[in-house]
């Protein structure tokens, strides 16, 4: 794992720099196999970076036909709520660059009960990346855990040092071998959907993007205090194999040492 820190004066340059890195790694995995598969961060921190791809400078330089779009995580809401990951890329980045429905993989929460729809999301990306066990595989007690690997998993961190929703000392924190899981978050009083370490950690290339000075003291927790992953669950964002690039802002930085 190749892991740099970049600190930012704001959060404008951060999504700048996203947008470029963005770009180059949606380029390279179009030339190498075809297709460029991301997944999307919610919440408020990537807003700036997925309108900045919407920009005449940003928006020619990748062949959009060819970028499938996937989430980390989503509230169980509609895709029409306020509070909807989906509905915040959609607005800011989807729709603006008439992305079409085949390349959208969205969590499908009108199913209603959150489990059903993590095994559902489960399916639909193992359809998407073809990890079927074939018979002989399975005859053979073929033990491999089947994981995507997405080109790009964008992330933010909420100042409690969660990331997608795997929340500290949560359930979905221990599951190693699901894609895709539903998990109670007692201190919301709400249950999430979000894909897996295992699942986040396969990929190629993963992106936090955090600013604000509310993140400073716990993103120094993450970065240079103790391993407590299930205190800090960002702590566990690992990719076995591929980039992990933390892009901040001076204010969240301000702790480091
Ligand atoms: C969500 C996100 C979550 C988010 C952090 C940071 O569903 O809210 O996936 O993990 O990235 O909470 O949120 P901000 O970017 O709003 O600070």
């Excluded at 997925?50 to 989503?74: A, C, H, M, P």
């Excluded at 899981?181 to 936090?208: D, G, H, P, Y």
């Amino acid at each position: 794992m190749k892991s740099t820190i970049e600190i930012f004066p704001d959060l404008s340059e951060i999504s700048r720099v996203a947008a470029e890195k963005f770009i180059s790694i949606g380029n390279r995995a179009c030339k190498q196999n075809g297709k460029f598969t991301v997944a999307l961060a919610g919440g408020s921190t990537p807003k700036s970076l997925y309108r900045l791809l919407t920009t005449d400078n940003f928006k020619k330089q990748i062949n959009w036909s060819k970028v499938f779009f996937f989430f980390g995580d989503e509230r169980n809401v509609l895709p029409v709520a306020e509070d909807s990951n989906f509905r915040m890329a959609n607005e800011n980045l989807l729709k603006p660059l008439q992305i079409s429905e085949n390349q959208i993989f969205r969590w499908q929460t009108q199913i209603g009960d959150a489990v059903k729809i993590a095994e559902d999301y489960e399916e639909r990306i193992k359809d998407f990346f073809r990890l079927r066990r074939n018979s002989s595989a399975s005859a053979a007690g073929d033990s491999d855990l089947l994981l995507p690997r997405f080109d790009l998993v964008l992330l933010g961190m909420g100042d409690d040092g969660h990331t997608a929703s795997l929340f500290p000392f949560t359930d979905a924190l221990r599951e190693r071998k699901k894609i895709a899981v539903a998990n109670c978050v007692e201190k919301l009083n709400t249950v999430r959907l979000t894909l897996t370490f295992s699942a986040i950690n396969n990929a190629s290339n993963i992106m936090f993007l955090i600013n604000g000075e509310e993140k400073a003291e716990v993103l120094r927790a993450v970065l240079e205090g103790e391993f407590k992953p299930e205190e800090f669950p960002s702590q566990n964002i690992k990719p076995a194999n591929g980039n992990l690039f933390w892009l901040l802002d001076e204010k969240a930085a301000q702790k480091l040492k």
